[in-house]
């Protein structure tokens, strides 16, 4: 009998033709092995770090089309499926050999708070656990999503249960000055992660649909890397070195790993870094550290080349490729250089952007197109916070601070050239480069191409319209969010008012005034603002796209709140 227990997961992870990864946390270093119905398995033993034990496992030989029951073990003890679980058995479904003309389907979503028995404050039912219950009643492989695509604040560092914050009161060796009521070590966060993922439905739900992640605010916190003073604020702080280095550490552990492919797990440098220790705790702790210094020379394009880790990734499910996109620790916060992405990592989504696909999903989790009235309240602050009258710069960082200004409308530059893409791509045939004629193959324009993103506590559909060329493809923006948590009533009005036509227009004047060029696409809301809890499904079907938001009811099911066509429409 193993001495190891699992403590989280399993958690289905990547699906690329007929291998998946299954990713684990155990109590103690064990050999974990995961079988199938139909005879395919894989095993991987542990790697151990600040005391915690994890292995990803690499499942070969799945049948492609086929939907098979798995099981796991701890050496040679079944520990999952749990005993005495009612649970419908977690299962792994492959897509066809030649699957693009199949249907794909993204489920997706951010912000989502924990659903301990004894919540820290009330919130509306969880869209996770009501879209789990759905799945497991109706049991349909055709409702079954290919991918699970969660946006990020998949746990809160700076937002604690009660059951969390009773830990941390106990906790007599914390950094200096460390905030009572927020995680700031390694097993701190691996608290967060207990709690949150170990929600029966929830956690049942991870482990039969494959999932991949990005990081928001949250993981870290409210804010991270607003600026280039908000950093260097941050950095003063006793606690803060342990409060990055560990949330970087634990997010590569957590969610990054399980977003590579099994090819992409062993190219990973800190994955085979990891795997030839015995104890990978300060090879972790210095990575976290490491990461976050790098993105002090984001702007040097060769330096970051060079050393800069990218969290940023792309993959295919049939004839949809997905490119999930950092929005936060490598960001370019010296005013004269600010982007969202470095120049390196651009280089890179702009390859990604371009192939044989018949969509393009874009995750990002700050919305690209937000209200347009609070675009331009971003767009005005940027412009004003790089002012030479050290004044207005200082009172507008302090603005751009309190009222979150840091999405794509206040890296101006990002925004502009996210634009000038997705209408590069939409106008028709172009090369890799990016030219009408090129030495690259040229691809056809996409079917759709849709931005996913969370943040902002609400939800909506907007459709893009470009004030310069004949885009032939249609761009959405389709925002989810919150899963778990919500918008403070006083702001729901500010948020409404941020897509009425007059007030917008009133603050692209004052932007305008203060010399933020014209913007070079519009857009208009379709569907929302929705503020309750939700969950979104982008459905893909040949050349048509439909997005779905539900939310949820007072008695935790879910219910259409807004359904739409992407494709074949002419709004």
């Known amino acids: 009998m193993s001495s190891a227990r699992l403590l989280v997961g399993p958690l289905l992870r990547r699906i690329v033709g007929?291998?998946?990864?299954?990713?684990?946390?155990?109590?103690?270093?064990?050999?974990?092995?995961?079988?199938?119905?139909?005879?395919?398995?894989?095993?991987?033993?542990?790697?151990?770090?600040?005391?915690?034990?994890?292995?990803?496992?690499?499942?070969?030989?799945?049948?492609?089309?086929?939907?098979?029951?798995?099981?796991?073990?701890?050496?040679?003890?079944?520990?999952?499926?749990?005993?005495?679980?009612?649970?419908?058995?977690?299962?792994?479904?492959?897509r066809l050999a030649d699957d693009r003309d199949q249907p794909v389907r993204l489920v997706f979503g951010s912000c989502r708070e924990a659903t301990p028995q004894a919540p820290a404050r009330k919130l509306p039912?969880?869209?996770?656990?009501?879209?789990?219950?759905?799945?497991?009643?109706?049991?349909?492989?055709?409702e079954a999503p290919d991918l699970l695509v969660l946006l990020g604040d998949q746990v809160y560092a700076d937002v604690t249960s009660p059951q969390v914050r009773k830990l941390l009161r106990r906790r007599r060796r914390r950094p200096k000055d460390a905030p009572s009521t927020q995680v700031v070590t390694y097993d701190e966060y691996t608290k967060l992660y207990l709690e949150s993922w170990r929600d029966p439905e929830v956690r049942w739900l991870l482990s039969t649909c494959p999932s991949v992640m990005i990081f928001d605010d949250h993981e870290i916190i409210d804010d991270w890397n607003t600026s280039a003073s908000w950093r260097a604020d941050m950095r003063a702080q006793p606690w803060w070195a342990e409060r990055i280095a560990s949330g970087l550490a634990s997010y590569w552990v957590y969610q990054h790993l399980g977003n590579l492919s099994p090819d992409e797990i062993e190219a990973d440098p800190v994955y085979a870094k990891v795997m030839a220790e015995q104890d990978a705790t300060s090879v972790l702790r210095e990575f976290g550290a490491r990461v976050d210094t790098e993105s002090d020379h984001a702007h040097d394009t060769e330096r970051w080349r060079a050393v800069q880790y990218q969290w940023s990734y792309s993959l295919d499910v049939g004839a949809t490729r997905l490119v999930m996109l950092d929005n936060r620790c490598s960001r370019v916060l010296e005013p004269a250089h600010r982007a969202m992405l470095p120049p390196g990592e651009w280089s890179w989504f702009l390859d990604q952007a371009h192939g044989e696909y018949t969509h393009l999903v874009i995750g990002s989790s700050l919305p690209w197109l937000m209200p347009p009235g609070i675009h331009h309240t971003e767009a005005w602050n940027e412009r004003l916070a790089a002012s030479p009258h050290r004044i207005t710069a200082d009172l507008s960082e302090r603005l751009r601070r309190l009222l979150d200004l840091e999405?794509?409308?206040?890296?101006?530059?990002?925004?502009?050239?996210?634009?000038?893409l997705?209408?590069?791509?939409?106008?028709?045939p172009r090369s890799v480069s990016g030219d009408r004629i090129g030495a690259g193959p040229a691809y056809p324009a996409p079917a759709s191409i849709s931005v996913l993103s969370g943040d902002v506590h609400h939800s909506y559909v907007a459709r893009a319209r470009f004030l310069d060329g004949q885009v032939q493809t249609p761009v959405h923006q389709l925002t989810c969010s919150p899963i778990h948590n919500q918008v403070p009533p006083g702001l729901r009005p500010v948020m409404r008012l941020g897509w009425a036509r007059l007030p917008s227009a009133a603050v692209r004047g004052l932007a305008r005034s203060a010399g933020v060029p014209r913007t070079s696409v519009r857009w208009r809301k379709l569907g929302g603002p929705y503020f309750g809890n939700a969950v979104g499904t982008l459905l893909h079907t040949g050349a048509s796209a439909q997005v779905t938001i539900e939310g949820t009811t007072?008695?935790?099911?879910?219910?259409?709140?807004?359904?739409t066509p992407l494709t074949g429409t002419s709004r």
């Open 18 to 94: 007929t291998s998946a990864t299954v990713w684990v946390e155990t109590s103690a270093p064990t050999v974990v092995h995961v079988r199938t119905a139909d005879g395919a398995a894989g095993s991987a033993r542990t790697f151990t770090a600040f005391d915690h034990h994890y292995a990803i496992v690499v499942v070969r030989g799945l049948t492609a089309g086929s939907a098979t029951t798995y099981e796991v073990f701890l050496d040679e003890e079944r520990v999952w499926p749990l005993p005495g679980d009612e649970f419908p058995p977690s299962v792994i479904r492959t």
């Open 125 to 142: 039912p969880d869209a996770l656990d009501a879209y789990s219950r759905r799945l497991m009643r109706n049991g349909s492989a055709d």
């Open 407 to 420: 999405h794509w409308a206040a890296f101006n530059r990002s925004f502009e050239a996210l634009a000038a």
């Open 422 to 428: 997705l209408r590069r791509i939409g106008s028709g």
């Open 554 to 563: 007072s008695d935790g099911t879910l219910h259409t709140v807004v359904q």
